[in-house]
């Protein structure tokens, strides 16, 4: 059986695609990328916002069209809207062959045993995951599920449950085995990174995570996304401050700048405490890239309140910036509220916003100019003699990326996942940089099959999205 495997949303759901497609292929199964190839298509569908959802279902569309074309043979639609919305999609979408929640999602290689369409004994595992996309060298690890925030705007506690952590034990096997098949970036997610062993009884928080993954592996750059800032403490601050392989950027979601809408939002942060924050983790760890969302026009929100928001963002000058405009979720407190903001309004708001941080990102930029740099490669034209990069405080698909125009006999020597030497020169479009070429960074010690006395069961590790962590 051929399957491809279409993923919307967010990086979470990409781990939960590598797990799928290392199930099936255990089982038999090979992997195609083109959708028209495939006899199965599975569409990972994304529930968080309206304009997700929108997305999830042209997506299953055009999978159950290619099946009406009679070259493939059955389409499944997996999780997070599937688990909110299960009842209305499989009466709305008859074509669809099977739908199955993030809850369900440990029934997906019984369901195709069941219907013939793969064997049910295992054949050749590949591995903890099953890389799919143009960038290996940057993989993403997911160390726990589920939220027990209770954010007014949020469904994802409905779509995900309540918060799990995974023993530290399994996040380390799954990390060193990624680094065995090649990652050089490791991007740490869950729901709230912060809020990762406060649910377990080992003791183990996310300092003692990030200390082991340094320890027991030799992945060059470990990153950290989606923290709520209650959980980023004095001791996590000082892990960063004093690991160079963990690079030195927080991706912390504000939300907003004005305590009543805040207060609405049901978040814990006040403006006062937002600022104190900011203001201790550039203390904490000097040089430090901060990311951060907020969410434009929540039920209620006046210009008064808005206009808290903007000169809060003017005053933070934080790194790099994401808006979104509310959208209310069903069941969750926020669509209890009357949507009163416009939509034009929304849009309003948004683009200033994007517009005060084009001017904040350039003059936060200013200071890496001249500056040597490490950064890793993620395109090469060996033709033009071009090499495209990212620096430590760029994360992947969302802060821009270094253009290095490079002498064209280097570039064979400069794989994808390779780290360079630069010299950054100017800002290009706002959120790009320029560099020029100094020298290829030493290599780290390739990945072993032990470490640290530890032995890798390489050839095979459970993958199920439903039961891995547990």
């Given at each position: 059986?051929?399957?491809?495997?279409?993923?919307?949303?967010?990086?979470?759901?990409?781990?939960?695609?590598?797990?799928?497609?290392?199930?099936?292929?255990?089982?038999?199964?090979?992997?195609?990328?083109?959708p028209?190839?495939?006899?199965?298509?599975?569409?990972?569908?994304?529930?968080?916002?309206?304009?997700?959802?929108?997305?999830?279902?042209?997506?299953?569309?055009?999978?159950?069209?290619?099946?009406?074309?009679?070259?493939?043979?059955?389409?499944?639609?997996?999780?997070?809207?599937?688990?909110?919305?299960?009842?209305?999609?499989?009466?709305?979408?008859?074509?669809v062959?099977?739908?199955?929640?993030?809850?369900?999602?440990?029934?997906?290689?019984?369901?195709?045993?069941?219907?013939?369409?793969?064997g049910?004994?295992?054949?050749?595992?590949?591995?903890?995951?099953?890389?799919?996309?143009?960038?290996?060298?940057?993989?993403?690890?997911k160390?726990?599920?589920?939220?027990?925030?209770?954010?007014?705007?949020?469904?994802?506690?409905?779509?995900?449950?309540?918060?799990?952590?995974?023993?530290?034990?399994?996040?380390?096997?799954?990390?060193?085995?990624?680094?065995?098949?090649?990652?050089?970036?490791?991007?740490?997610?869950?729901?709230?990174?912060?809020?990762?062993?406060?649910?377990?009884?080992?003791?183990?928080?996310?300092?003692?995570?990030?200390?082991?993954?340094?320890?027991?592996?030799?992945?060059p750059?470990?990153?950290?996304?989606?923290?709520?800032?209650?959980?980023i403490?004095?001791?996590?601050?000082?892990?960063?401050?004093?690991?160079?392989?963990?690079?030195?950027?927080?991706?912390?979601?504000?939300?907003?700048?004005?305590?009543?809408?805040?207060?609405?939002?049901?978040?814990?942060?006040?403006?006062?405490?937002?600022?104190?924050?900011?203001?201790?983790?550039?203390?904490?760890?000097?040089?430090?890239?901060?990311?951060?969302?907020?969410?434009?026009?929540?039920?209620?929100?006046?210009?008064?309140?808005?206009?808290?928001?903007?000169?809060?963002?003017?005053?933070?000058r934080?790194?790099?910036?994401?808006?979104?405009?509310?959208?209310?979720?069903?069941?969750?407190?926020?669509?209890?509220?009357?949507?009163?903001?416009?939509?034009?309004?929304?849009?309003?708001?948004?683009?200033?916003?994007?517009?005060?941080?084009?001017?904040?990102?350039?003059?936060?930029?200013?200071?890496f100019?001249?500056?040597?740099?490490?950064?890793?490669?993620?395109?090469?034209?060996?033709?033009?003699?071009?090499?495209?990069?990212?620096?430590?405080?760029?994360?992947?698909?969302?802060?821009?990326?270094?253009?290095?125009?490079?002498?064209?006999?280097?570039?064979?020597d400069?794989?994808?996942?390779?780290?360079?030497?630069?010299?950054?020169?100017?800002?290009?479009?706002?959120?790009?940089?320029?560099?020029?070429?100094?020298a290829?960074?030493?290599?780290?010690?390739?990945?072993?099959?032990?470490?640290?006395?530890?032995?890798?069961?390489?050839?095979?590790?459970?993958?199920?999205?439903?039961?891995?962590?547990?």
């Open positions: 059986m051929r399957f491809s495997v279409l993923t919307l949303g967010c990086d979470k759901n990409t781990v939960d695609s590598e797990r799928y497609r290392a199930d099936l292929v255990a089982h038999g199964a090979d992997s195609v990328e083109d028209a190839e495939a006899d199965v298509i599975i569409v990972n569908t994304c529930g968080f916002i309206d304009a997700a959802k929108k997305e999830s279902l042209d997506t299953i569309l055009e999978a159950a069209r290619l099946k009406d074309d009679g070259g493939v043979q059955a389409v499944f639609a997996v999780g997070c809207m599937v688990e909110r919305h299960k009842a209305e999609l499989e009466e709305a979408l008859p074509e062959d099977l739908f199955l929640g993030t809850s369900e999602s440990d029934r997906l290689v019984p369901e195709l045993v069941a219907r013939g369409l793969i049910g004994s295992l054949v050749e595992h590949p591995g903890v995951r099953l890389f799919s996309g143009d960038q290996p060298a940057v993989r993403y690890l160390v726990s599920e589920g939220c027990d925030h209770g954010c007014a705007f949020c469904a994802i506690p409905l779509m995900r449950g309540k918060h799990r952590s995974f023993a530290l034990d399994d996040v380390i096997r799954e990390a060193q085995l990624l680094e065995m098949q090649g990652a050089r970036e490791v991007n740490l997610v869950a729901q709230d990174l912060a809020h990762y062993g406060r649910d377990r009884r080992d003791g183990n928080a996310l300092p003692e995570l990030l200390e082991a993954l340094l320890r027991d592996t030799d992945i750059w470990y990153r950290l996304l989606y923290l709520y800032s209650a959980g403490t004095p001791r996590l601050l000082d892990v960063i401050a004093n690991n160079p392989r963990i690079v030195r950027y927080l991706d912390m979601p504000m939300q907003h700048g004005h305590d009543a809408v805040l207060a609405r939002m049901r978040r814990p942060e006040r403006a006062r405490t937002i600022r104190d924050k900011v203001a201790l983790y550039r203390q904490s760890v000097p040089d430090l890239a901060i990311r951060t969302t907020v969410i434009v026009g929540f039920p209620g929100e006046t210009d008064e309140e808005f206009e808290a928001l903007f000169e809060l963002l003017e005053e933070l934080l790194d790099r910036l994401g808006v979104f405009t509310y959208s209310p979720q069903e069941g969750t407190r926020g669509a209890e509220l009357d949507d009163n903001v416009p939509e034009s309004l929304k849009r309003e708001r948004q683009e200033r916003l994007y517009e005060l941080q084009r001017g904040i990102t350039a003059s936060q930029y200013e200071r100019l001249g500056r040597e740099t490490r950064v890793l490669v993620q395109r090469v034209d060996a033709v033009a003699g071009y090499v495209e990069a990212r620096a430590p405080w760029q994360a992947d698909d969302v802060d821009g990326v270094v253009h290095i125009e490079t002498a064209r006999e280097h570039v064979a400069l794989p994808v996942g390779s780290f360079l030497d630069v010299t950054i020169d100017d800002v290009v479009d706002d959120y790009d940089f320029s560099a020029t070429f100094r290829v960074a030493a290599r780290p010690q390739v990945a072993t099959a032990s470490r640290a006395g530890r032995v890798l069961p390489v050839t095979f590790l459970p993958t199920s999205v439903g039961s891995f962590g547990r």
